[in-house]
């Protein structure tokens, strides 16, 4: 790793939360989490492009942080998983999805700690799409381990939208935003992949 990429390394997490409390602050912040979720860990499904205030969501839902965070092996991943960091998420790298590097040793992880009580957060169409295209990956850990999955969206009264692939959405100040965590549901193991995978999508579109 050349020096530039180290020193985006050492500040970009700090700045981006920095930023993620900056927009907390300034917003009015409305949470919808399903009581059910206090008393059990569970797989917490998102899209790549809301993860920016996620860490707020998950506070909420716990006072000490109790999760593994599956982030890619690309230098962006790096950088979300310094950020997660910073919030007291443990990261893992790699990512699940058929054909990626260093994606079995990161699934065996996830379903240990999801066996070990730690809750599991996962970008479901990660980690580069296609957008909102349900990965394997979540599929694999919901019918290995028999844990439920929350659907877990924040939606932003005004945001500002790029135009990457996720369509990363960025809050902006003084508006209102709306943080989910649904009621988690199970995935039959006896679903083909095809089949799970319409069951999810049909779930993370409900809100």
Not at 118 to 144: R, S, W
Not at 182 to 191: Q, R
């Amino acid at each position: 790793m050349n020096w530039k990429r180290r020193v985006i390394e050492a500040i970009v997490p700090r700045v981006g939360w920095v930023v993620v409390w900056i927009l907390y602050a300034t917003s009015r912040n409305r949470f919808f989490i399903d009581e059910s979720l206090q008393r059990e860990n569970t797989i917490l499904a998102f899209w790549h492009g809301e993860i920016l205030m996620l860490p707020m969501l998950y506070r909420k839902l716990r006072q000490h942080p109790n999760i593994y965070i599956l982030s890619s092996n690309h230098f962006d991943g790096g950088l979300i998983a310094k950020m997660c960091e910073c919030f007291g998420f443990e990261s893992v790298r790699g990512s699940t999805g058929s054909g990626h590097k260093g994606g079995v040793r990161a699934l065996l992880q996830l379903i240990a700690g999801l066996k070990n009580g730690k809750d599991v957060g996962i970008a479901v169409d990660g980690p580069k799409g296609p957008y909102h295209h349900i990965a394997d990956g979540v599929i694999m850990m919901a019918q290995k381990t028999g844990k439920k999955i929350s659907v877990c969206r924040v939606v932003p009264s005004l945001c500002y939208e790029f135009g990457t692939w996720d369509r990363f959405l960025l809050p902006l100040p003084f508006g209102k935003i709306c943080y989910y965590m649904s009621e988690g549901f199970a995935l039959d193991p006896s679903l083909s992949l095809e089949e799970a995978r319409e069951v999810v999508k049909k779930q993370m579109q409900c809100i």
